[in-house]
Every structure is written in structure tokens, then in C-alpha cells.
């Protein structure tokens, strides 16, 4: 906002009127499953320690899954290993929200290079439909999950 109003020309607005909108797609790309999870994870347990070792855990064996098939020769290239960590689901929709493999294409940055392994880590090469699918799909099981949990004990 202070940056547009600050800027010598009208351009700034042109250049930047899509970033607003990008940002609520990713705020709602991260929220929706986390929030659905978490609250599934939540009505499975009595302590929040739980909940939150379970949490940890699901985000920890998700990375170390993806690492380790991303290791094998014959899954490296294959597009569903992504969905076996939530970081990198989340990394793949969100790095299409923003468009960054044609905005880094623009500053005549390759995404592989001398600090490649910086910019796998920050930046997804890979498509996000697969990965969004997933989103969604986790999303429903959880609130499905979460709907039967917090129903059977209203019905008599």
C-alpha cells in the first residue's frame, strides 16, 4: 500500500494489483487443510500434547518420506511422491499461485544452478494440480472425520 503511494508512476499499481488476491489464495491454500487436520487431530485426542506430538509427527515423517523417495531412481520423477509431505503439497500450489517459476524466468535466474538446493527448497518446479487434489481431498476426509466424530455423540 505505502509502496504504491510512494512510487513515481501509475505503472506500480499494473505491476503489482494481483498480489492481494494471490495472497488470500495461499493464506487459504495453507489454512483450510491445517485448520482441518489439526481439528480432526484435536477430536481424536483428550490431551493437546497429543494433538501436537501427532501434528509434529505427521509433518516430520511426511518430509523424511518425501527424501527418501525422492532418493530412488525409479520415483524421482514421478509426480504423486509430493504428496507424501504436507510441506511440499503446500510449497507446489502455492509457488503456482504466485507464478515463480516465470517471475524467477523473468530475472534470468535458472532454478538450478550453484545454490539449486536453496532454491528446491523455496521454490516448486513441479505442476500443482496433483497436489492441490490432495489438499482438497484431505481436506474432506478430515471434515468428514471430524463431522462424525463430533455427531455420534449428539445422536441418541
Known sequence: ???????PGVRAVADTW????RLFACATVVAVPATCVILFLSSLAKDARYVAFAWITLWALGEA???ILRTLPALQDSP??????PWECINAVTGEIFDVGRQVGE????????RG?????LFSSRSAGLPLA???VVSAACLAGLW???SAPLRI
Not at 1 to 7: H, L, N, T
Not at 80 to 85: G, H, K, V
Not at 107 to 114: A, M
Open 1 to 7: 500500500g505505502i509502496s504504491i503511494a510512494v512510487s
Open 18 to 21: 494481483m498480489t492481494i488476491p
Open 65 to 67: 518420506s518425501y527424501q
Open 80 to 85: 504423486w511422491i509430493l504428496l507424501a509431505s
Open 107 to 114: 530475472l534470468g535466474l535458472s532454478p538450478r544452478g550453484r
Open 117 to 121: 538446493v536453496i532454491r528446491h527448497l
Open 134 to 136: 490432495w489438499l482438497a
Open 148 to 150: 462424525r466424530r463430533v
